[in-house]
């Protein structure tokens, strides 16, 4: 809980961006002239110049390089009571890079936090299943040549992606989570037609937290599974082996999207 005098305001941000040339969402240490770009960082310089003074950004989860965002949550506690939610969108907007756009501002309760308000998270994975993918889009999906997705068996495989389950077969290396237990709400594959009318295969996943590229490496195990035809139960003895070396590779980070914060289901752990 953040403890306030009466001129204090918490305000919400709804955060779309372009992570292609992010070291990712959370803001790095400078080190000279090798400070890293990244998300957090940029809004809190623009956040700066608006109050004259530091302001610390609260963002609902980290994002890797290369992953993009239609939806991060982050908030900010402010001293300025002049300045409307409408006229800190419009004027985060002016001194923010083109790559990260302010979609929402509101204001919340003091006590509210962008991470431990969350009760889930929406992931959303693009993939083009084709030889190539149209210039304006090649930034925001995975292609993979020489694939027909078949729906019906990728849900099949997604159905053991539910409830209370140990995710350990898709941690990454160098994951320092205290658990690798995850709440799994939903997972499920759709196609969609992009602006250009091309087919793009959708991976979908909500839950509660996500260990570090764990949506990739589901995203990676699935797409490997369905393209060679894998038995129906493949995915749910990887999901029990509990080993990473059982799954398949993790896709790149270009496809994926953190797609909605949700504050309204029920808090879980971690």
């Known amino acids: 809980m953040m403890n306030s005098n009466s001129n204090e305001r918490n305000i919400l941000l709804k955060v779309s961006y372009d992570g292609t040339d992010f070291c990712g969402w959370q803001r790095q240490d400078e080190k000279g002239s090798e400070a890293q770009r990244t998300v957090q960082g940029e809004i809190e310089k623009a956040l700066e110049k608006l109050h004259k003074a530091k302001t610390t950004l609260y963002g609902s989860g980290r994002t890797d390089s290369g992953v993009h965002a239609l939806g991060q949550a982050a908030n900010f506690i402010s001293t300025i009571p002049s300045i409307s939610c409408i006229n800190y969108l419009r004027a985060l907007n002016t001194f923010l890079p083109q790559d990260i756009r302010i979609l929402e501002v509101k204001e919340v ?114 797409i490997n599974l369905d393209k060679s035809n894998a038995p129906l139960d493949s995915m749910e003895k990887i999901l029990a082996a509990r080993d990473r070396t059982k799954a398949g590779v993790t896709a790149p980070p270009t496809g994926l999207f953190l797609y909605e914060i949700k504050f309204d289901g029920v808090r879980r752990h971690a």
């Open 109 to 222: 309760p003091l006590d509210f936090n962008s991470r431990f308000s969350a009760t889930s998270r929406v992931y959303r994975y693009f993939i083009n299943p084709s030889d190539t993918s149209p210039a304006n889009n090649s930034r925001f999906v995975w292609t993979v040549k020489n694939y027909t997705a078949n729906i019906e068996r990728l849900n099949h495989y997604c159905e053991c992606l539910r409830g209370e389950i140990d995710c350990a077969s898709f941690a990454a290396s160098g994951d320092n989570s205290l658990s690798t237990n995850r709440y799994i709400d939903d997972a499920f594959f759709f196609m969609q037609k992009d602006i250009f009318g091309n087919d793009l295969l959708v991976f979908q996943i909500e839950a509660n937290a996500f260990l570090w590229k764990m949506v990739r490496t589901l995203t990676g195990t699935l």
